[in-house]
């Protein structure tokens, strides 16, 4: 997904939560206590608090903040570079205390990681991030990959890799960093200690970099934080965390394993060094709170939020409601799987005074959304059961309203935590040890919607089970999908030992209680290039890596349609209930895809100006991806001066002068209708033609198509294979070999060329590229068609015909966006502008 795509898609989810009441919201003017705030002009107890003890309303913090402003004013305007506001020495002199480090205060943890990371790794180290890591920590390392440090990401899901990826580097880095957070701020899961011990035993030159804003002050001595309670300090870590959650005050701070190190971060830090400082009120709030945990009271803070956190386990447990993850922490995430259904729970909470925070792409992955539930010292224990009551009433209502299941739960957030799980260090009678299980949280049946119930489901693995007569009504003149073609795509995919060309077919057909089909399409599950939509020039990065890797960067997917096909897959009627069809079709592709282990579900070719199915599919949880547009041309002219007649008149002096170079060239036609095949020899050479246009086509990067295919062509009904030859005296090959050729797929009128291949040598002196096409229209013509189907790409040239130009899109929704991140830091590695696209 590029840059705007990915701008589209947040901007989209977002304004629809926006639009719902739920993000971007203001708090009514007021007092606020008890976690209580206003919204709309109602009364709501919040549950999205970060705020975890509840300090902001500790009496010394807010005399804090009148002593600091009576002293200095409202702020102290210079950058730390030159002079600090006189607080700063004594808060850094504190929190030293508590972390038992040097430490560096920022202006914010976001800025701690900018001053940090881009100082701490030169061009000669690397780092290793988890993929979820926060946000702010990633884009720190982008700062330091531009200064020539090598990133790399692993799963989170799947974060044991971490210590091969770490070996590699390490042997040729001079320092290895591995970026994680204590307390990962949406799942609310802790990072798993053992695995860190691993990774610092790979090798003397591996540190960690651990970011534990969500874990501060809740727990450790001194309210050192989450992490620092179950890991010591270790001269090859540095942490980072936030004084602006749990702390109360503003800032964040950086804790070194030496001074020599924080020294330097203080001197070279750009974002230290050039950002504005922390005013001093918050100075002097955080002085309070610093003192606040140097004392004993601190502790009765932390007791008071544990109690909490265990009596939300307990009610929780009560309602049935089965949580991600079970551990000290005071974040829970309910899963929903779709935003849709996580924006309705949250809706519901709302009207009955609880503001829960859905949790959706891009802070998780899109399919993989849920109820962020957050607690803090200050919530009252009545609150507290009334909300998750509520949540217990509302979320399996939801759900079971939108069909969601807990084993389609259970399988979309089957790799969501890391398989390397820590060993939780809880408080005897903390939290209960009952462990995760499937409850009422989810129903194990959908509920038929209005439509549903008069709706049956036929799934089929072969075409062979599908009448010919009404699988080509429904799809036959869709690009090149008819039976016929669909028995040669059978036979040709089925490849053990290549998995990009072993594929697996499925039908899948709606009909209502007529045996009327209501929707229909077919679905492939092969193997995918991730960067199958990225510009060239990305691909081209990616296809230097596959050089070593030929798998690098690709996935199994589940695709509408196949690899072998162009068009709109889906048959929908809208005269029926086609939602209810549609979304019936949709779950059974899932369940397919769950069933292959497939990666993603893609959606592809469908109409890009379809407002009303568009918001359908973007309510399934679908990202929605600009693709190519399409080429038709109609052919049901009298003669080519007819046709010519339709065109502008620089459209028409452009056609006039291929027609013209046409009498030097001359086809040829193959296959089971024209009674000829291509030699051996010739079939070797049309693969070759075709590899070098298919080599050059890096900006729709797929597999290529496997070379017994070509002679597969010619022997099924619904293909012809015909070759464009240029007079030697013209100037064309002296042996007479073809300068371009194509296939073309034949149904009911509609002739749709689906691939081709060209000599170069004679593409842009002679032209051999328009004067295919010409024969494409020309041979069309003498079949008796009615349409031509000139597939994508290419638009100057096709539109130059007198074209008529059809947008698409694909819709993607994926299990994690990890290779997209991948994809991501190869974007930065080349360091494109949108001018290059």
């Known amino acids: 997904m590029e840059t705007s795509e990915f701008l589209a898609t947040v901007d989209r989810i977002h304004d629809e939560a926006r639009q719902r009441g739920l993000f971007f919201q203001v708090a009514d003017d007021g007092p606020i206590r008890d976690r209580r705030i206003g919204l709309g002009g109602r009364p709501v107890v919040s549950f999205s608090s970060c705020s975890y003890l509840g300090l902001e309303h500790h009496p010394a913090l807010i005399a804090g903040v009148h002593d600091a402003v009576q002293r200095y004013g409202t702020q102290f305007s210079s950058s730390r570079g030159y002079v600090s506001a006189p607080p700063y020495a004594r808060l850094e002199e504190m929190l030293e205390q508590i972390f038992g480090g040097p430490v560096l205060v920022a202006s914010t943890t976001t800025l701690g990681h900018q001053s940090t990371l881009p100082v701490l790794l030169s061009e000669r180290d690397g780092i290793v991030l988890d993929h979820q890591v926060h946000h702010s920590v990633q884009v720190a390392a982008r700062l ?162 544990a109690e909490r956190v265990a009596f939300c386990h307990e009610q ?189 077919f499925d039908y899948v057909l709606v009909r209502d209680a007529d045996d009327r089909v209501v929707a229909a399409s077919f679905f492939t599950t092969m193997l995918n290039k991730d960067d199958m939509l990225m510009r060239h020039e990305v691909s081209q990065a990616v296809e230097a890596r596959r050089r070593r890797d030929p798998y690098f960067l690709t996935s199994r997917i589940v695709t509408m349609g196949s690899g072998f096909s162009e068009g709109n897959h889906l048959y929908l009627d809208r005269s029926g209930p086609w939602r209810a069809a549609l979304a019936m079709l949709l779950e059974t592709a899932a369940r397919i895809q769950d069933e292959r282990d497939a990666t993603a579900l893609l959606l592809r070719d469908l109409p890009g100006d379809d407002a009303e199915l568009d918001g359908f599919i973007h309510d399934q949880g679908f990202v929605r991806v600009p693709m190519f547009d399409s080429h038709h041309l109609r052919v049901d002219f009298a003669d080519e001066e007819e046709w010519l007649a339709t065109l502008s008149r620089r459209k028409r002096r452009h056609l006039r002068g291929i027609i013209a170079r046409s009498e030097h060239v001359r086809r040829e036609v193959y296959g089971r209708a024209a009674g000829r095949v291509p030699d051996r020899d010739l079939l070797r050479r049309l693969y070759l033609m075709y590899r070098a246009v298919s080599s050059r086509k890096l900006r729709l990067n797929v597999f290529p198509l496997p070379e017994r295919l070509v002679a597969a062509l010619c022997d099924s009904p619904a293909w012809e294979l015909v070759t464009v030859h240029l007079d030697p005296a013209a100037g064309g090959p002296a042996d007479g070999h073809p300068v371009a050729w194509y296939a073309a797929h034949m149904h009911a009128g509609h002739y749709a060329p689906f691939l081709c291949g060209l000599d170069y040598d004679y593409v842009f002196e002679h032209g051999a590229y328009r004067a295919m096409i010409l024969q494409v229209v020309r041979r069309a013509r003498e079949l008796g068609m009615v349409e031509v189907h000139m597939g994508m790409d290419a638009d100057l040239e096709k539109s130059r015909f007198g074209s008529e130009r059809r947008t698409h899109c694909v819709y993607l929704r994926a299990r994690d966006h990890f290779n997209g991140q991948l994809l991501q830091e190869i974007v930065a590695e080349v360091g494109l502008h949108p001018s290059a696209r």
Request: glycine share 8%; aromatic share 8%; proline share 7%.
């Open 144 to 305: 330091a990959q531009a200064g020539g440090a090598r990133v790399s990401i692993v799963k989170h899901g799947q974060l044991e890799r971490a210590v091969d990826e770490v070996r590699r580097l390490s042997s040729t880095c001079d320092r290895v960093w591995f970026a994680v957070d204590g307390v990962f701020s949406m799942y609310g899961d802790l990072v798993p200690l053992g695995l860190l011990h691993e990774v610092l035993a790979v090798a003397d030159n591996v540190w960690l970099y651990v970011d534990d804003a969500h874990g501060m002050s809740w727990a450790g001595r001194h309210g050192r934080g989450s992490f620092l309670s179950r890991m010591p300090l270790h001269d090859r870590l540095v942490l980072a965390t936030s004084l602006n959650k749990a702390f109360a005050a503003a800032g964040g701070v950086v804790v070194f394993p030496d001074p020599a190190m924080r020294d330097r971060v203080m001197r070279c830090g750009g974002a230290h060094v050039f950002s504005g400082p922390i005013q001093p009120p918050m100075l002097g709030a955080a002085l309070a709170s610093a003192r606040v945990h140097l004392s004993d009271e601190i502790t009765g803070y932390q007791k008071a939020l």
């Open 316 to 504: 929780f447990d009560a309602c049935g409601l089965t949580l991600l993850d079970r551990n000290e922490s005071p974040i829970f995430f309910l899963r929903t799987g779709l935003p849709r259904v996580a924006f309705e729970v949250a809706q519901r909470m709302l009207a009955e005074g609880f503001y829960v925070t859905p949790s959706v792409y891009p802070s998780v992955p899109l399919a993989r959304a849920g109820i962020r539930f957050t607690v803090t010292a200050s919530h009252a224990f009545t609150d507290i059961r009334r909300a998750i009551t509520a949540l217990g009433e509302h979320l399996p209502h939801v759900l079971r309203r939108h069909g969601r299941t807990v084993a389609d739960l259970d399988e979309a957030f089957a790799s969501a935590l890391p398989r390397y799980q820590p060993t939780a260090l809880l408080p005897a009678g903390t939290v209960p040890a009952a462990p995760a299980r499937s409850g009422a949280a989810a129903p194990q049946a959908s509920t038929p919607g209005p439509d549903t119930g008069r709706l049956r489901v036929e799934h089929h693995t072969t075409i062979q089970a599908l009448e010919p007569a009404l699988w080509n009504e429904l799809l036959g003149t869709v690009g090149s999908c008819s039976h016929a073609a669909m028995q040669l795509a059978e036979g040709v995919f089925r490849d053990a030992l290549r998995p990009e060309y072993d594929w697996d």
